[in-house]
């Protein structure tokens, strides 16, 4: 298992600089970042789109005809449903700084433990939206301008 992921990021590292899927010029970019996904994935659904320049942690489910968007970052653990739309630049989070004391600045507190980030089925989540840890989305859409429940 694991060193099927090691393979699945070391072919990553190129299948993430290949053109976005929409291009143009198709090198089966998007069939090579799905196998990928597969690989290096805790569960990958059926068509899945990876897009170019994504980042995500391992630790991460994501169901059928689901997508990571251009540049967008995903940390474990992470739930993502089906028929999921993820727009570029989008961050999700499932760490943050710890705050709990005043006496002791945020960078020697360490970081909170991770809590799991859920997006439900049929979700679209628009350009540069940042989900925060332990938020669940569930059949809505999302931009920077509004508030999911």
Same mark, same amino acid.
């Given at each position: 298992?694991?060193?099927?992921?090691? +393979?699945?990021?070391? !072919? /990553?590292?190129? &299948?993430?600089?290949? =053109?976005?899927?929409?291009s143009?010029?198709?090198?089966?970019?998007?069939f090579?970042? &799905?196998?990928?996904?597969?690989?290096?994935?805790?569960? #990958?659904?059926?068509?899945?789109?990876?897009?170019?320049?994504?980042?995500?942690?391992?630790?991460?489910? +994501?169901g059928? /005809?689901?997508?990571?968007?251009?540049r #967008?970052e995903?940390n474990?653990p @992470?739930?993502?449903g089906?028929?999921?739309?993820? &727009?570029?630049? @989008?961050?999700?989070?499932?760490?943050?700084?710890?705050?709990?004391?005043?006496?002791?600045?945020?960078?020697?507190?360490?970081?909170? =433990? =991770?809590?799991?980030?859920? !997006?439900?089925?049929?979700?679209?989540?628009?350009?540069?939206?940042?989900?925060? =840890?332990?938020?669940?989305?569930?059949? #809505?859409? #999302?931009?920077?301008?509004?508030?999911?429940?």
């Amino acid at each position: 298992m694991k060193i099927r992921r090691i +393979i699945g990021r070391l !072919i /990553y590292v190129v &299948a993430s600089r290949m =053109p976005s899927s929409d291009s143009k010029i198709q090198l089966g970019q998007k069939f090579i970042r &799905a196998l990928c996904a597969r690989m290096i994935l805790n569960k #990958c659904g059926r068509h899945v789109n990876i897009e170019r320049k994504a980042r995500f942690s391992s630790n991460i489910e +994501i169901g059928d /005809y689901s997508g990571i968007g251009v540049r #967008c970052e995903v940390n474990g653990p @992470c739930r993502i449903g089906k028929h999921v739309m993820m &727009a570029p630049e @989008c961050i999700i989070f499932t760490q943050n700084h710890r705050t709990d004391r005043v006496d002791i600045p945020m960078t020697e507190q360490g970081v909170t =433990p =991770p809590k799991e980030v859920v !997006i439900g089925d049929d979700v679209w989540i628009g350009r540069r939206v940042m989900i925060m =840890p332990g938020v669940i989305h569930n059949r #809505c859409w #999302c931009n920077s301008h509004t508030r999911c429940t």
